[in-house]
């Protein structure tokens, strides 16, 4: 389905510089864009493209003055990232969306399905679950006995979730995710480890986004939790008893382990390391592969992690070990070289 | 179901201080017990919550004497959290178990299968394969073809297990878990990457759990082995040909190189690598992050992103922060000792 | 079916030393062979093995010439590793190949399936999908709306792809591989982060193999590329608009941030995380748990790791490469500061 720029100009409140026909069935990226594509350009370091690109249409902010010819027609707005994820929602918006439940889905006489519930080929929804209305399920995914889905929720393919569990409205799990499994608890004995019963559960609130095979666990007892509006990355582990504060974000491949509480609104980088037990802040910032084993105040902003060219990194392996001795040995150095000037001068 | 203090105490043997007509349905952290709910104390650190807890019944150690007033019912045993975790045993024990093969599950004609078996909706057991007595296997898991699962154990729903893999009795897995999956080998040519079939297969033996999305990969020849009583996390990686010694415990996304062996008794923290080819002797404890290049003897703690033996780490990482501050001092008592020295010799 | 020495040789040109009517139905590691099977020795370390093994056929390479009497029979070859790789290879080619599509499989009416395609159990293939002939795809996995694989492609079971992906010639996909999840894509607001709607797709070019339960996220806009001969091991994070190039090889539970761009001929190591739009040059190694921070030209090996607080982080950053050198010159001032002290008290 076909757009013109004045058309769209008339949507977004934007001025038209250029051909106010021209039209786009689709989004492109401003270096890669082609006819009738609509693109953006915010950040300046990507300028140059505008003036090559085979776009259709460019949104720009309002302030932008081109130093050369442009051939795509320009539309002029407030925000033109913000302009153009508006309308990409939009766009997402107007795809059909899967309606009804398939006839190979497997759903428990118990359960209970509100309206309009899109069910794929294969999910089964167990007993005693609830799944609110609008939400989807797609193929092959698992709600076990007694699981809750809220309203206008987006399960995809392949999604396990384990009993009890309960997930919100306007939830999004991405394929593989699982939630609710065993959070790990062992006791040991002489003979081996004897397991601690996992009888608690996970609580998902409205909102929330979670990546591709990431894993949730359910807590030893009462629930593990995600806050309202947390963003999960893929390949993410939340141990048992977790708490993740609201509107805080977590890149992929990062960890987080038994019974920590992470603030709101922190930024979590990728393959960072929680230890358990511990409190992290609101607003806390950690760089990648940075590892907690400590408590952060609210604000903190830490990170690691360090990459030494070559061999030489084996180098400062080797006197990294040193290090403490190396410092009292500085500060023995100073003493003497400081007594030794006061005697000379004397 | 309720239970009153007077029968608990009977059954774990214990002394009742308070209401011993008190009931219990159901089980609660200390703060957050409510009426009806059963916890416990066992770290002194978490005492002042006795004080407040609206939980029914506490379990304490024989020797808990409390400073102040007690609402709950109280019940003295020798060790108050192994009581509840065997009270908690019991609790998930009593809960009516899955039973028979469900309708749309498919079951290779050739497969056997043992008594008392319980299949989900849209599990597919493949040709070959044998299933123990009393194996739960939930809906959506693929047994592959010649794939064996012993007795009693438990394989939640989404689950792949590939060809020729063989599982021991009271084995765990979780959602996700692949077991068996090619090895990473592939040979380097001119034109690309030649794969090296990988045609072993992987030992799970008895008693061992692994956690949601974990990986073990198939061996190139022969097996990789996971030893009994082994606890995996969830989202670890083991790769071909290694073997895990009996009862050692590994946390979330650690993972283990190709041909590495680990010994028993080890316990691997979170987001651990551990290179290949190489050996990790028994009772090794290593800290969350650690990379581990060569190998380790009997009893070793190691820890630090860094790999720094034992608690050498924490020194090093002390100082660590004042890395720039010895390397101005060192370069001011260079020029400093250098003027000294061309004084003496004028 | 049994293979005897002499059927061997002739096949992979080799010299026989020993028993010609030796026959073998299995492949050994050198150390586990045992009656009937092959093995070969190429390291010499491993040398001492051959003298012992209960393996009937060992390959070695020409000019291996034993210091002790071997039982097994010998064939001589140009090269024992590849000669046995080429042997494996035709052992997997010669299984029964899998056939046909399963009755429980649903194919959408308008997609299209070539010929000799194997569809499992239960798999589901959506609208429009497209899949290519002698494809393989095992039970439980999902192929999204318009998705479309190539020829002589196997897709493991429990696969989850998202609509629009597209999948080369040849490539082979392990469990639990989500290919085209949405990017992590968010925009702050006030009130919580809003989604950027992910309407690119992924698209892996030929000859690929993606290990079980790692994740490649779909484009916000264009596409993600896994260009063709690339080796992804397990666990492993690709996200929004990468890249990765050519005959690249990445270890497991590595992590690629969004839209980096990664060369040729890369060899990236275990749990490596690379931080978002930053350039990889070709023929980059980077050892395990490295953090890459940024962009990397073409040739260079990197690796370490550490972890430090807050923004000092890159003032220790920059004097730890110089710590070999300041242990060096502390060791220098000490020397010359005892023989300046020594000197003044003579």
Redesign the interface.
């Known amino acids: 389905m076909d757009f013109s720029a004045q058309q769209i100009a008339a949507f977004v409140q934007g001025e038209i510089v250029g051909d106010a026909n021209a039209t786009v069935n689709t989004?492109?990226?401003i270096e890669?864009g082609k006819p009738g594509s609509i693109?953006f350009l915010s950040n300046p370091r990507y300028e140059h493209y505008i003036y090559d690109t085979e776009a259709s249409i460019v949104l720009v902010n309002r302030d932008f003055v081109p130093e050369k010819p442009v051939k795509a027609t320009l539309i002029k707005v407030d925000n033109a990232?913000?302009t153009l994820?508006k309308l990409?929602?939009l766009?997402?918006q107007s795809k059909t969306q899967n309606k009804g439940i398939?006839s190979?889905a497997?759903v428990a006489e118990n359960a209970q399905v509100g309206k309009d519930v899109y069910i794929?080929?294969?999910a089964?929804v167990?007993e005693g679950a609830v799944i609110g209305d609008n939400t989807q399920i797609?193929?092959?995914t698992?709600v076990?006995k007694n699981a809750r889905i809220g309203e206008s929720s987006l399960i995809?393919?392949?999604v396990?979730i384990?009993h009890d569990c309960q997930i919100g409205n306007h939830v999004?799990l991405?394929?593989?995710v699982?939630i609710g499994?065993?959070g790990?608890g062992?006791?040991p004995t002489p003979e081996?480890?004897?397991?601690?019963?996992q009888?608690g559960n996970v609580i998902i609130e409205d909102?929330v986004?979670i990546?591709?095979?990431t894993?949730v666990?359910r807590a030893t007892?009462?629930s593990t939790i995600i806050r309202?509006?947390v963003?999960l990355?893929?390949?993410i582990?939340i141990?048992h008893?977790v708490e993740i504060g609201?509107?805080t974000?977590i890149?992929?491949?990062a960890?987080v382990?038994g019974s920590a509480k992470m603030g709101e609104w922190c930024v979590i980088a990728?393959?960072v390391?929680i230890?358990g037990h511990l409190t992290v802040g609101n607003h806390v910032t950690l760089?990648?592969?940075?590892?907690i084993?400590s408590s952060i105040p609210d604000g903190?902003?830490?990170?690691?992690?360090?990459?030494?060219?070559?061999?030489?990194?084996f180098?400062?392996?080797?006197?990294?070990?040193?290090?403490?001795d190396?410092?009292r040995?500085?500060n023995a150095?100073?003493k003497?070289?400081d007594e030794?000037?006061k005697?000379?001068t004397q």
Not at 192 to 197: A, D, R, S, V
Not at 317 to 323: G, I, P, T
Request: include cysteine; hydrophobic fraction near 35%.
């Open positions: 989004f492109a990226k890669e693109t990232y913000e994820a990409m929602t766009y997402e398939a190979t497997v794929g080929a294969y089964v167990d797609y193929p092959h698992y076990g995809y393919s392949g396990n384990y999004t991405h394929s593989g699982v499994g065993d790990f062992f006791a081996g480890y004897n397991k601690i019963p009888i909102n986004e990546g591709a095979n894993c666990d007892m009462g309202k509006g963003k990355d893929n390949l582990q141990a008893n609201a509107n974000v890149a992929a491949q960890g382990a990728g393959q390391g230890s760089g990648p592969q940075t590892g084993i903190k902003t830490m990170m690691g992690t360090l990459p030494i060219e070559d061999k030489g990194w180098k400062v392996q080797a006197v990294m070990k040193r290090l403490p190396m410092y040995e500085l150095l100073r003497e070289l030794l000037k005697g000379k």
